[in-house]
């Protein structure tokens, strides 16, 4: 059975048309927007730019942020809602009421959830470094939305995340090196009950079964 869409994309997608039709007055400007915040890879933004039909371009557009995933749908989706955006394409005010989950709420229902953890667990684990083999181990339990996880549950910009999706060509050794980034850049945060909170979030939670293991004492 294949894997129902992320919320976001069903939502953009549904949006689809209606954006097609209002953003095509002055298509470059959002593409540079969106292209500002990292929202297309470079070749995915030359080739948006070089269609010179407008309402093409406003097409291609949407489906290049569709192709790259439900974060992407998301930070378009928050993009729209900007001033900038909202003053030059005045009937997207009907944006501001769509129900998208933004990073802020995400941190939020990220302390939410560790407070779910049991204190005795957090507290036993709280200085103790996530090793190498963890990572693995977690790394095997991470699929195709590891990117999402890259950028909204560990904070890595899709830069560093497409270098290493260039550097490693094999999936396990990619999500592998995108932990030991984090852990690079955590240094004495890179706990594993730090990891474990992180991977539990609503919208790209893995399974307890996959990552309680976080918890466990030595």
Known sequence: MAKEPAAEIQLLRSLKVKLIDIL?????????????????????????????????KVTDLLDHIIQRGPDAARELLELLKEPALQETFPLLS????????TPERKKRQALETQETIPFKKIHSNSSRLVTERQLMTVARSIGRSWREIGRMALDITSVKLEQIE????????????????????????ATAAHLHSLLSQEDWALPPERIDFLLETV
């Open 24 to 56: 095509r007055s002055d298509p470059d400007f959002v593409l540079q927007h969106a292209h500002s915040r990292c929202l297309l890879s470079d070749q995915g933004y030359q080739r948006v730019k070089a269609c010179r039909i407008p309402s093409e």
């Open 94 to 101: 009907f944006v501001k009421t769509l129900p998208v989950s």
């Open 166 to 189: 260039e550097d490693k060509s094999q999936h396990v050794e990619r999500v592998f090196a995108m932990l030991c980034y984090w852990c690079t850049c955590q240094r004495e945060k």
